[in-house]
């Protein structure tokens, strides 16, 4: 991406092109820049239509952030694009079509709201088999929670992987005829049969690529379900430590939306 840096001199601080990503409020004079519009990919507007305006930058295939390129990291559901896969139109809703996260909340609002105190768990029954799966699926939903209050950020976010790989088994229990499972291209095999293996043993990686496969999930969500799948594995200190991540409130409530956007494409 191209940056360009300005330099605010009014009072009423900076806001993005469109007006969409103001979240800075009032800074007075602050040292700003400009990056490419990754959505329209810096032109304003969506492909090779110059009257379809891009909504992210407003036209202007530009937009404004607060600070220098180094305070903010790529945004992790898209990747830094901006939008999800391979559709410029469907903006990230974390980023909001920036694909730039600040590295810190302390000094700046965060782009998405903070997890609601009160926040019940959906209605499982369309794929609970019986009232056991049922109660497996809401004590990971309560834990969730917990995590998210507790300020267990990593905690949250393995208990998120958690639930989702246990509504992809509920949804795969659900099918009356799993022949479907076993032929799709990402179906696990096993080395030594050569066969599929056993649904037993399948892990989340060929729920997510198989349940994409079957309708299940849109592209999006299988990518962005990738992004939360690797993030669950920091849970393995090894791994924590060579990659130098340590995940923060604002990582764990980026997380608890991709989840609960999963949840209802599964339930549907």
């Not at 609601?116 to 019986?130: G, M, V």
């Not at 998120?160 to 088994?169: Q, S």
């Not at 609960?260 to 599964?266: P, T």
């Amino acid at each position: 991406m191209i940056y360009s840096r300005v330099l605010s001199r009014g009072g009423r601080g900076v806001q993005s092109p469109a007006g969409k990503n103001d979240i800075y409020g009032n800074c007075g004079a602050a040292m700003t820049f400009g990056r490419d519009c990754g959505p329209c990919s810096g032109h304003g507007y969506y492909g090779y239509s110059p009257k379809e305006t891009c909504e992210v930058c407003g036209g202007k295939g530009e937009n404004t952030l607060l600070g220098e390129p180094d305070d903010y990291k790529d945004c992790g559901p898209c990747s830094g694009h901006g939008y999800y896969g391979y559709s410029p139109k469907e903006t990230c809703r974390v980023c909001r079509g920036v694909g730039l996260l600040k590295r810190s909340t302390s000094t700046l609002e965060s782009s998405i709201a903070p997890p609601k105190t009160d926040e019940p768990p959906p209605d499982f029954s369309p794929l609970a088999a019986d009232q056991v799966i049922k109660d497996i699926l809401v004590r990971r939903w309560q834990e969730c929670r917990k995590c998210l209050h507790g300020g267990a950020h990593l905690a949250a976010t393995v208990m998120m992987g958690g639930l989702l790989e246990a509504l992809f088994v509920a949804r795969a229990n659900r099918l009356k005829d799993k022949a479907p499972l076993f032929k799709c291209k990402a179906t696990p095999i096993d080395e030594k049969t050569k066969k599929p293996l056993d649904l037993r043993e399948w892990t989340l990686r060929p729920y997510i690529d198989v349940g994409f496969e079957l309708g299940w999930i849109s592209k999006s969500g299988k990518d962005v379900a990738a992004v939360l799948r690797d993030y669950r594995n920091y849970v393995h200190p090894e791994k924590e430590r060579s990659h130098g991540v340590a995940l923060t409130e604002h990582d764990s409530a980026m997380f608890w939306e991709v989840t609960k956007s999963l949840v209802k494409q599964l339930l549907s």
